[in-house]
Nanobody, 116 residues
Framework: QVNLVESGGGSVQAGQSLRLSCVAS????????MGWYRQAPGKERELVAT?????EYATSVKGRFTIFRDYSKNTVDLQMDNLKPEDTAVYYC????????????WGQGIQVTVFP
């Protein structure tokens, strides 16, 4: 079992920045992928950014968001710059084991609100 705890988030004006942090604990040696997803009201949960042996970003955040992963501390941060109202969502920290089980874990979620 892996436990994910998020911090950061809040409410900002469009154009401002926020940084989300997530720390993993438990059986972290099994974790291969860490990253962030988000879910806006009335929409499905979507990938924001993940980091493993490669880095993946959603098209909508490329050039504005940067994911940082510290393997020694079992943390993954999301630096969000030039925020837009459409970035408003609950952001979830995410982790996935590698072979053989590929089990997925989710944090409790943290609100990010961007005002016009």
């Amino acid at each position: 079992q892996v436990n994910l705890v998020e911090s950061g988030g809040g409410s900002v004006q469009a154009g401002q920045s926020l940084r989300l942090s997530c720390v993993a604990s438990g059986k972290v040696l099994s974790v291969n992928v860490m990253g962030w997803y988000r879910q806006a009201p009335g929409k499905e949960r979507e990938l924001v950014a993940t980091r493993s042996s490669y880095t993946e970003y959603a098209t909508s955040v490329k050039g504005r968001f940067t994911i940082f992963r510290d393997y020694s501390k079992n943390t993954v941060d999301l630096q969000m710059d030039n925020l837009k109202p459409e970035d408003t969502a609950v952001y979830y920290c995410y982790a996935k084991n590698g072979f053989p089980d590929f089990f997925q874990y989710w944090g409790q979620g943290i609100q990010v609100t961007v005002f016009p």
